[in-house]
């Protein structure tokens, strides 16, 4: 943006020499001065609007460069918090398996020692606790 205002005010500067030493060398008249002048003048007021322009144009990029790095470190913390809500989520898949395996076992053991071979409401319990009771039984 420095670098923009600076070319239009060297421009402007050129701009002037070669209108001063042009309007000697020729001998233009002062109506031709006067309007060179004006135009001069013109120019320099685009070549502030065009600093202007340029320093807020910067100021935006500025503004735009923060809100795009503050949405990236957000973006990098929420990946953090899923991937650590899928692990615990596997950490607890992995343990309720691991609870119904040893279920399982103590189920196949009782089994096999009970007498008859026939498994009793109490051994499967607790593997099925949120059975509900049947009314009127």
Sequence with gaps: MAAVAAVVAEEDEDEEESDTSSAAAVGLG????RRKKRRRAAGKVAAKGYRKLAETIGGFAD???RVEEAKQRQMVELEK??????KDLEIQRMKLFM???VQFEKLKRSK???PSGVVSRFAL???I???PSLPGR
């Design 99 to 101: 609870e119904s395996q």
């Design 81 to 86: 918090q899923r991937m650590q809500f899928a």
């Design 129 to 131: 606790p949120q059975l």
């Design 112 to 114: 096999c020692n009970s």
């Design 63 to 65: 503004i735009y460069e």
């Design 125 to 127: 319990s607790p593997l």
């Design 30 to 33: 002062s109506v031709r001065m």
